[in-house]
């Protein structure tokens, strides 16, 4: 019988457990691109074809995506978004706009955003559903919604990271490949959630996530070196160490959020959110909503078209996809 830990019940958690592994997000982003058949994936993004078969089968089976046949003799089948698939380009965005932020350099962002509904170059703000106000980690608190407590949950496999960093910006350098350098796998955006939760001591977030030493030490050595957390004494002159968020780690509040949000929609449910999010600004409950900065519509992957910006800079090192080097407006 497999071994299981006694967890808090998160919507992080459980929307991490499934898109936890840095090609799983890549090879989401490329359906947005008009990507969809198995060698067009391989060839982009230079994957493994076992890794990308064992990534497209676990997107399969957790209904992200749906295997599609296009051609009957022989008979070949190509990949496509579901609707629940599709609802995660709201948390994707978000992470695309922090790496604008935070990762482009001197070059400048990759990608433009253009709102189709009003015709603006934007970004993807993370809005209060009841004022739209903008949120932030200082403007929201949290309290135990109805389907707070706790959940057994398998224990996680001790394993390093599995992807070379530098293999995920090869084949396209955009925002959402250099944030997933720094937080592509599951730990490390639960260290972000228990950051945000008050939890800043080595081991009281050790027992709260389930997490051996090891990793969590190289984890936690990772997200200093990247200045998303910083080491503080929590005893003056003590060599007691606690991880606290920097101004660039705070910013990901947005992006926790949305992944929270799809995980209340699709996992949990609206009437068993683990937690309750409420709005300083305007005093009431809410809702995380990704929305336009302009407009404050919400906003989905058919909502949003792109355009080249300063950055953008594509590697593909096969003709097969030459044609797509320009990002291709979603259908």
Same mark, same amino acid.
């Given at each position: ?107 400048? /962002? ?54 070379? /960093? ?143 910006? /300063? ?21």
């Amino acid at each position: 019988m497999a071994e299981t830990l006694l967890l808090e019940k998160s919507s992080v958690r459980r929307t991490i457990e499934i898109v936890s592994e840095p090609w799983t997000f890549l090879i989401i982003r490329e359906c947005w691109f008009g990507i969809g058949r198995f060698e067009h994936f391989q060839t982009t993004l230079g994957i493994p074809r076992a890794t990308l078969a064992a990534r497209l089968k676990h997107l399969v089976a957790e209904g992200l995506l749906e295997r599609v046949e296009y051609q009957s003799r022989p008979p070949r089948h190509e990949y496509r978004l579901t609707e629940r698939g599709d609802d995660l380009y709201k948390p994707m965005v978000v992470m695309l706009d922090w790496g604008d932020r935070w990762l482009a350099g001197a070059a400048g /962002p990759p990608l433009h955003l253009i709102h189709k509904g009003c015709g603006m170059r934007v970004h993807a703000d993370v809005a209060c559903s009841e004022c739209l106000d903008t949120i932030s980690a200082r403007t929201v608190k949290h309290r135990p919604g109805p389907g707070a407590g706790h959940e057994e949950r398998p224990l996680m496999p001790r394993m390093r990271r599995s992807t070379r /960093p530098e293999n995920l910006t090869r084949p396209r350098a955009d925002s959402v490949a250099r944030t997933m350098q720094i937080l592509g796998d599951r730990w490390s955006f639960l260290l972000l959630r228990e950051a945000f939760f008050g939890r800043r001591r080595f081991d009281e977030v050790r027992k709260q996530i389930g997490i051996s030493t090891n990793i969590l030490s190289s984890r936690l050595e990772l997200l200093v070196e990247n200045d998303i957390f910083q080491r503080q004494p929590y005893v003056d002159g003590g060599l007691r160490m606690e991880y606290r968020l920097t101004n660039k780690g705070r910013d990901l509040y947005p992006a926790l959020l949305a992944l929270m949000g799809w995980g209340d929609k699709w996992i949990a449910g609206s009437e068993s959110q683990p937690t309750i999010l409420h709005h300083h600004g305007c005093d009431k409950d809410f809702l995380p909503l990704v929305v336009c900065s302009h407009c404050r519509t919400e906003i989905s992957a058919r909502d949003m078209r792109y355009e080249p910006g /300063p950055g953008w800079d594509v590697n593909f090192g096969e003709e097969l996809l030459g044609v797509r080097a320009r990002p291709r407006e979603i259908a």
